[in-house]
């Protein structure tokens, strides 16, 4: 891992920086082009304007390992409000929420509640609850929770990790439930012995996973989307999906507000499903932090944003 990516990842578990940053409204501003705004009404002002392109929007409220059940109980009535609220403007919005956040720290059978009532408020209103991957201590949890709603819910999904040796049978196992499966590299610090270190590994692992899933999504057995930016990965994924016959509108790309517009935009304008994972609330400054992680050249344009100010 380089020194730049690792840094940010520390910093992103830092409370005092977190604290000292989240004060500062210039700070503020320079994140506006990842995360629209804190306020619900910001991120579905900005799915609106995606809908209008052809982009669908996946929400979530940022935020994580939750103190206490009353917290967590109100990530979960903030979730079915946002999906109310999302039906009522016309937004086609699935939303995506961490077990962490939902209490998965205080108990799974608490955690379990809360999704699941988030899972009846997006049924109610037509949209997907996507289960996030969180670091590996939580996997197996998750995946737990994953198959306890699954066995009421037809609407929930959950995240798979590329970087984690064990995905590929994890996948193997999910697929006898007829998932719905996002698929992403992984965005936590892991250890050596759980996850693939060199990025060739990962991105290999990723395109192998996605062939088994474009397999499930050909036959009807999964719903799958590819949560990446990779653009090379894109082009593979449509590349193996043609030659398997998997059409176009049988799977879907999810990538992050403001990240790779351009591409967003050319997929959608050449009938491949895209949808927006679009972050608000006031507890971005980890989140935010794992984004440049993931690509430090981000640090010079928060840094420029920031000068110009
Ligand atoms: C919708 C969605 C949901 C996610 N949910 C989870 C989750 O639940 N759990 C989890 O661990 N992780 C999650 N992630 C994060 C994910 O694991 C990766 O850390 C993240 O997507 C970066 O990997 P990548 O494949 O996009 O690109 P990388 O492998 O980081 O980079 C490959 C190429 O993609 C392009 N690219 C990547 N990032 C950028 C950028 N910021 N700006 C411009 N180009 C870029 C560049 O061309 C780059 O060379 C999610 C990601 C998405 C999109």
Redesign the pocket.
Known sequence: MGLARALLLKGSESRWLAEQLSRRRFVRRATTRFIPGELMEDALAAAAVLQKKGITA?FTLLGENVEDATAAESVAGEYGLLLARAAEEGLDADV?VKPTHVGLDLGFDGAAENFQSIAAAAAAHGGLVAV???SSPYCDPTLDLYRVLRAEHANVGI?L?SYLYRTDSDLEELLALAPMI?L?????KEPHDLAYPK?SD??ES?LRLSSRLLEAARDGTARVAF?????D?ILEINRRAAEMKCPRESYEF???YG??RELQANLAGTGYRMRV?ISYGAYWFPWYM??LA??PA?VGFVLRNLLRR
Do not use: F, W
Not at 184 to 188: E, N, S
Not at 227 to 231: E, K, L, V
């Open positions: 996946v995506s996030d991957m969180e995240c990790q996002r992403v590299k992984g965005a936590y990025k990962v991105d990723y949560g990446t930016h990779d653009p990965i999810q990538m992050l990240i790779q994972l794992r984004r993931e690509r981000n």
